[in-house]
């Protein structure tokens, strides 16, 4: 017979005369005789009758925590986050012999009292005794349900304290809830939220998860064998752990032969049956159920991701709201990641660079025009090394992204910043073959002014092209960016204006890797910043979408606990004029046919930029089509000024010094390649070139004229001043911040005899040395 917990309290009511006559007295009797050191509570009828006939509303219950699920852009589950591995599931996907071995175990008498079993607590207290420890709960399902949800509730730790506190306060208060909830919540009710509240052992919450965990099947395919084991796992969670070794599994085998026991006790199971599932072993299937990105086929997207919730406002008012949106989890997170392009990044990476190797690569895709970051990764693996060793094949830094996403400080980006000097240009009225006289040599002491109006003149620094102490000559807005020359470039950014190219970099969303303010110096078109392979592919990303600048961005839907899908939009802006942009993609195309990338290229319209910084500190290469952009960076973990790329051995190949075109390179080339081999290829929209085209470079001429003939004598020649220009050659020593140099033929590195290679030394490794403004050139 089921009673209300009205009715329950009525009868209490007529029995407080009789302490031991009445039957809720008794059960508090049972747990002061079950907690001996809270004695003398001082009890009166007028006090029980307070406590069990005005009883409280039922406890709050917060949503429970459940697991935040990633998908990438196909809907496949790559990642999860979670405090508390659970997935809520409600009662009628639950195995029914899953309900009947809990009830069976836990309070045999559930349907048949109101909250408060008294005679189920006498029974057990007489069973536990004689049996010398616990066969049987003592406490109603509905008590236990109680004392979960006020832990769960807790906000504090002297809250989980008294929640869990062996005194007859705690106990009384259970009571009074769980009477309270057994008058708002049908029965049915109550055993669903204590199966999805239960810890069951190995990390498992509610039973959908330790069905999953320990078995590898839902929580509705649980047969009764492995539903009298999990029913034996949840009075000692801890004590009868699976994961934990042999004489955990040991105690937990024990335990599911007592709830198959009392199954057959109470008539749920034939006794034959009982005896023949003790006789079969636990068949334990141990799933992992591996929560963060450590565990993630894709860990740094993951991890940044994960940086994204909690520091971006899109996903709540302050950051205490937007942790405890992931600590409580039970979202589903549609994120940009698609499995090809990232595949394709990884493959690149993986077959140049070791992850054995000092020296890192990482590499960032971006979709032009929305933001959507499609790629991350790098070439060391995610975690933590062995020994906790600093140096080693992993590394807890998340190396394609910033620092606010979990990265570090970055490499200076070289050369690539030139790009952003080149747009600035354009927009102020240069034409394709506008150019000047360049000298050989180059002192920046005049003329720079910072966007606060301040001289940031260095007059001590010397500034060389790539090929040292060079004569110098005509260069034009187009020979100067396809042989990237450096005095070209500074000369430039003097006379468009320092702040203005710093103001382009801004709108297109250049930030430092460490989040503090851009340097303003002179040197700034020659890559002084350090910076991380997402910031620069979303930038080059604005160049393909005509100018159209999107804030990286890895989520897409958030879908709620209640199914409701709240779409995150794209964070655009048309950061510089379409025409400037399609002028900047003409211009840039230029590097793959007649510039430091000549004989690269992948097979359709594509533009980019390298960077190799001074003395070989750090490479890079930043490209784009309309349809993805990607940066790739290289640089030494250990310290990228204090351990540059000349004489290394990377990926088991040599290298004399690392450009942007001899690493960098050929690991986009690569990946650009597989990431868009079966995507439909686009054009670039043709340039103005009654705004754009023509223009004058004194001297050129002549230049071009020379060429002529000299490719004439050495048997011809397209006379483009490309990269096998005056340029071409070796940063010296003594160059600026951010020298670059033409890249002959396509090679990509040449190999010394391997009886001449030098072999590495294992160094100390040290914080990267980020240089102040007017840092002296060597």
Not at 205 to 213: K, L, P, S, T
Request: aromatic share 8%; with cysteine.
């Amino acid at each position: 017979m089921t009673f209300r917990s009205s009715e329950v309290r009525r009868g209490l009511a007529g029995c407080l005369w009789g302490l031991t006559a009445c039957g809720v007295l008794g059960g508090l009797l049972v747990a002061a005789i079950a907690l001996p050191a809270v004695g003398g509570a001082g009890i009166t009828t007028n006090t029980v009758t307070h406590l069990f006939i005005d009883l409280p509303p039922s406890p709050r219950e917060d949503p429970l925590p459940e697991r935040t699920i990633l998908l990438d852009r196909n809907g496949k589950q790559f990642a999860q986050f979670y405090t508390e591995n659970r997935k809520i599931v409600k009662l009628d996907q639950v195995a029914p012999a899953m309900r009947q071995a809990i009830v069976a175990i836990e309070d045999s008498r559930f349907y048949e009292h109101a909250g408060l079993d008294i005679k189920g607590t006498l029974r057990a207290l007489v069973t536990n005794t004689q049996a010398g420890g616990v066969r049987q709960g003592g406490s109603s399902l509905t008590q236990q349900l109680v004392k979960n949800i006020l832990v769960e509730s807790a906000e504090t730790d002297a809250e989980r304290d008294r929640a869990r506190e062996p005194s007859l306060r705690r106990k009384i208060t259970e009571l009074r809830y769980a009477l309270a909830m057994e008058d708002k919540y049908s029965k049915a009710e109550i055993l669903e939220r204590y199966l999805n509240i239960a810890y069951f052992g190995a990390g498992a919450f509610g039973v959908e998860a330790a069905a999953q965990r320990f078995f590898s099947v839902s929580a509705a395919d649980l047969t009764l064998k492995q539903a009298a084991t999990l029913a034996g796992a949840v009075r000692t969670p801890y004590s009868t752990d699976p994961s934990l070794g042999p004489q955990r599994r040991h105690r937990l085998r024990e335990r599911r032969d007592i709830v198959l026991d009392r199954m057959a006790q109470l008539g749920d199971i034939p006794v034959a049956q009982a005896e023949a599932v003790k006789r079969t072993p636990l068949d334990i299937r141990m799933r992992p159920e591996p929560g963060g990105c450590a565990g993630s086929a894709y860990p740094y997207f993951c991890l940044y991701v994960h940086k994204e919730l909690v520091t971006n406002p899109a996903f709540g008012p302050t950051r205490a709201a937007r942790e405890r949106l992931l600590a409580r989890g039970g979202i589903v997170l549609r994120t940009t990641l698609d499995p090809t392009a990232q595949r394709a990044a990884q493959r690149a990476v993986s077959s140049h660079v070791s992850p054995k190797d000092t020296e890192v690569a990482a590499e960032a895709m971006v979709e032009p025009g929305t933001g959507r970051i499609r790629a991350m990764t790098a070439s060391k693996r995610y975690g933590v090394n062995s020994g906790n060793a600093k140096n080693g094949p992993s590394t807890t830094y998340n190396l394609p992204a910033d620092m606010a996403h979990g990265g570090g400080q970055g490499f200076q980006a070289g050369s690539t910043f030139k790009a952003f000097t080149l747009a600035t240009a354009l927009a102020r009225g240069w034409r394709f073959d506008d150019g000047f006289m360049t000298p050989g040599r180059f002192v920046p002491s005049g003329g720079y002014f910072d966007c606060r109006g301040h001289r940031v003149n260095d007059p001590h620094s010397q500034i060389f092209n790539a090929s040292g102490e060079g004569s110098g000559g005509p260069q034009s807005i187009s020979t100067g960016t396809w042989k990237s020359v450096n005095i070209f470039y500074m000369m430039l950014e003097r006379r468009v204006g320092l702040c203005q190219v710093v103001k382009t970099a801004k709108a297109l969303g250049v930030v430092r890797a460490d989040g503090t303010p851009l340097r303003e110096v002179p040197t700034f078109t020659l890559g002084v910043n350090e910076m991380d392979p997402v910031t620069v592919a979303a930038a080059f990303a604005a160049f393909g979408a005509r100018g159209r600048y999107c804030r990286p961005m890895a989520i897409v839907d958030i879908v709620e606990r209640d199914g409701t899908h709240v779409p995150v939009p794209p964070s655009c802006v048309q950061a510089i004029e379409r025409d400037v942009a399609d002028a900047v993609n003409h211009v840039l195309s230029g590097v793959f046919s007649k510039g430091t990338m000549t004989g690269q290229d992948i097979g359709r319209d594509a533009a980019g930029k390298t960077g190799t910084n001074n003395g070989y500190t750090s490479a890079w290469f930043a490209g784009y089509t309309p349809d993805l952009a990607a940066a790739v960076s290289v640089g030494d973990i250990r310290g990228a000024y204090r351990y540059p790329l000349r004489d290394v051995t990377i990926g088991g190949e040599y290298y004399g010094q690392v450009q942007g075109a001899s690493l960098p390179g050929p690991i986009w080339v690569s990946s650009m390649e597989a990431a868009l081999r079966d995507v439909e290829a686009s054009s670039f929209h043709h340039p103005d070139m009654s705004r754009f085209g023509g223009g004058y470079t004194p001297g050129m001429d002549k230049l071009l004229e020379a060429e002529k003939k000299r490719d004439g004598r050495n048997g011809g020649g397209d006379g483009d001043g490309g990269a096998d220009g005056q340029d071409a050659g070796e940063p010296d020593e003594r160059h600026s911040l951010g020298a670059d140099h033409g890249y002959r033929g396509g090679r990509a590195h040449w190999r010394k005899p391997r009886h001449q290679q030098r072999q590495q030394q294992p160094h100390r490794r040290q914080r990267h040395h980020r240089p102040g403004p007017g840092h002296r050139a060597r």
